[in-house]
């Protein structure tokens, strides 16, 4: 199936523990995206990715890092964990153009305890 | 500051009833202005996306309005369906890259048998 594929779907980990989430997209597109949704559901993004450039970096801490190795892949690394950094993660991606439309993946749940 | 701001909160529904949500937005300079669908657990759906000059666009049972004069937008869901029950988010574009998304905080519908 063509989609945005993102693992795990659950992280459970303690406070100052380092992680990582993958996201893969096989829809040919040339921009991918980190975005946070917190427990108000506001959806914040964190990252782009276009042609390996980050092109946005909105304010997040420097322990969030995003690695792309290849066009179809954006993985999210976190280190130092803390409490607040508990929120639904969810992977996007899209064609360069301001009309192209998200395709997002169904998000990587994270509780930090 | 950028703002989107959806009402109601929440809606419930029967099946087979028609809703309406409501957008406003402050977003300055407006690019494009789009609705998404987003089912508990996944990830939102793109379900229309109008630019300044579009005043209407339908995607199936969903109707967007966009008034740009007075930044409103509306979704439209007719003869609604067990399967219309999830959060419905208006997310407005600032004119710009890719990444200036401001999004809403979702309305919750919930449709009843």
């Known amino acids: 199936d063509t989609a945005v594929s993102q693992t795990p779907k659950y992280l459970v980990t303690q406070m100052g523990n380092d992680k990582s989430i993958k996201c893969e997209q096989n829809l040919g597109h040339d921009t991918m995206y980190w975005y946070k949704q917190d427990s108000k559901k506001f959806l914040k993004i964190m990252f782009s990715?276009?042609?390996?450039?980050?092109?946005i970096n909105e304010t997040v801490p420097n322990r969030f890092s995003p690695k792309s190795p290849d066009k179809a892949h954006l993985n999210l690394h976190i280190n130092s964990l803390e409490l607040g950094d508990s929120a639904v993660y969810f992977c996007?991606?899209?064609?360069?153009?301001?009309?192209?439309?998200?395709?997002f993946g169904n998000g990587t749940r994270l509780t930090v305890t | 500051k950028n703002q989107v701001e959806q009402s109601p909160q929440s809606l419930i529904i029967l099946e087979g009833k028609n809703c309406t949500l409501q957008c406003n937005y402050t977003v300055s300079p407006f690019s494009n202005l789009r609705w998404y669908k987003q089912d508990t657990g996944r990830g939102p759906v793109s379900l229309t996306i109008m630019t300044f000059s579009e005043n209407t666009k339908s995607n199936g049972r969903y109707t967007a309005t966009l008034d740009a004069d007075t930044k409103q937008s509306s979704l439209h869901i007719t003869a609604s369906q067990l399967s219309d029950s999830a959060s419905y988010i208006c997310?407005?574009?600032?004119?710009?890259?890719?990444?200036?998304?401001?999004f809403g905080k979702g309305t919750k519908l919930s449709v009843k048998p």
């Open positions: 997310v407005v574009s600032a004119r710009g890259s890719q990444g200036n998304l401001i």
């Open positions: 996007a991606s899209s064609h360069r153009g301001k009309y192209s439309p998200l395709h």
């Open positions: 990715y276009n042609n390996k450039e980050l092109i």
